[in-house]
């Protein structure tokens, strides 16, 4: 675990100021940019007994090994079940949540943080501050945010809440407004591929690419299983003539919903980019025919296609029916023009 060079000097501040840290922390930026490791290492820091000369935890104190071992009694980590990784290609693989069984529960609830009030009346064990990280603080419950939000009206002394945030936008005003905010920056793209040539990951910049610049999300999509699969997605719903969006619905519901939007809005993206300049950007390395595709887009249709890709992405968390959501889509890809039989000129 580390902060990682395009959150350093972040780091390097909060540690700077460890005797006036405010009571709760905000960190909210995008997915995949090492957010939650940063918090962790923070919390490790702020912890241990013997930090290094900036303030980094010494990673041999009785405090830092109790840490890594996921028991120090002054920290607690609030995750929802799926630890905050529904949307995370490599959760499946890891067998968190195999394809078939019933996904976990994708919330924080009123009963997590109940338990945590319990923790932060007990008197601190082995550092004189306590350390609560919620993440992500979206995954909160409306009456999960409401308990949380009494907490932080009446601070506990020695306690520091550090919530962090994919999409604060969806926080409660009143719970964003009881933190200190801090936007942590995703690192130019030149850092974010360096960073991931030093992970030997190969294809870098299409993988960042695919993962709107945030390199440990890009990290992850490197993961074979998940590139064999979006390949065979894309060469599905490029190539197959005619495309039966029922029989696709059926193949794809186990997967998870969030890859297929992503992979649409790819194949959607790139079409759009090569009717108007002739260039792709997210399936460069997939080796398909997309000029030809693009020929037999009906334009009007592609950007409906993307507009409704839009909504649905907002609500991707909470599907009522993925079969539905999924035969509702493909239905209006098969609109746009490629999988017809007879290839319409649009
Ligand atoms: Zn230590």
Sequence with gaps: MEIYPWHNSIGMRLLENKSHLPHALLLSGRKGIGKRDFGLVLAQSLLCQAPVEN??????????NWFQQGNHPDFRLLEPDSGGEMNEPDAEAKGKHPAGAKKPSAFITVSMIRALLDFTHLSTYAANMRIVLIHPAEAMNPQAANSLLKTLEEPIPDTLF????HQQHQLLP???SRCHSIAMPLPSRSEAKEWLQRQQVDHPDSLLAQAGFAPLAAARLAEREYQARRHAFLSRVLQEKPLNP?????DYEKIDLSWIINWLQTIAYD??????????RYLADCALDLPECAKRVNLMKLIDFQNELAVIQRHVNHPLNTRLVLEQLFLSYLEVGIGHQAASHG
């Design 174 to 176: 009143t719970i964003r």
């Design 246 to 250: 029922l029989a696709l619905s059926s």
């Design 271 to 280: 079409l759009l980019s090569i009717k108007l300049t002739g260039k792709s």
């Design 162 to 165: 550090i919530l962090i945030s």
């Design 55 to 64: 303030g980094v935890a010494c990673n041999r104190c009785s405090s830092c």
